[in-house]
């Protein structure tokens, strides 16, 4: 019998908006981190670019087994609807004492879409610690448009994010989000498994809107980040004013008239 997806509430659509990442900690069971080990060593045999979700992997596999799990089934609905595209995927492993931090980057190009995006999945099998360098990311950089590495001078901005987690826990990025990972210095090689998504229906209500109007969904969209400048941070959320009213169809949604006030346009003539 398959397992019904649990879908996001409200609450956690506005957070990712607002973060542009959702964690799902512990969330796969022990017995497929178990797996995912052994699996993730050999390497993940790779899928077509444009390939459907229901295509790319075969039943039984571990992606599959790993999408099926209720919560990262319904997080995925909820972001990019029943049947996303595959992009790409990928194993990132980094050997005791060794590698090298990452720039810091986006991955993606300059995307000047604000009604549309891409998720990435990023799942941990084991507990990952700080000296095992894990995924660093700068919440509420993700609608701030750059072109890939032009961030990589950046360093050490205030809030930033070096993931800690324990094994199993899934993190839904946007795909514009800034990160980069970070040296393992630990005695443990780290693995990694990523995989990006492309929506192919209009990512709109797709998640479970039982708690749409409830007021802690327009405090996550307030959310103020310690990296943001006075002026220039005012601009991610009016960005995100934007993407909320892509997601949801109410094209009167705004924060602090923020939205409504550049959309001014009288029509009536002065007399």
Known sequence: MENTPVLLSSVQMARFVARGSLRLDAVVPPALNADALSFLTAGVPDVDY?????????????????????????????LVGREPEIDHHAVHVREPHGGEAQSLHADAIIDVRSDAFDVQLMYYPQDVTLEMGGTLSVPGSHL?????????????????????????????VHHGIWHGGRRNDSDVTR??????FNPTVRQRLLWDTSDLEDPPVVEELRTWFPWYEQATGRLEVYNRVLLWRALTGDDAF????????????????AR
């Open 191 to 196: 693995f990694m498994f990523k995989i990006r």
């Open 144 to 172: 701030r448009r750059v072109n890939e590495t032009d961030t990589g001078r950046y360093q050490n901005l205030l809030g930033q994010d070096r993931l800690v987690c324990p094994a199993g826990t899934v993190v839904f």
């Open 50 to 78: 444009g390939t459907p979700l229901s295509k790319a992997y075969p039943e039984g596999s571990f992606p599959r087994r790993l999408l099926d799990i209720p919560e990262v089934a319904g997080a995925l609905q909820s």
């Open 254 to 269: 705004d924060i602090d008239h923020w939205a409504t006030r550049i959309a001014n346009r009288p029509q009536e003539a």
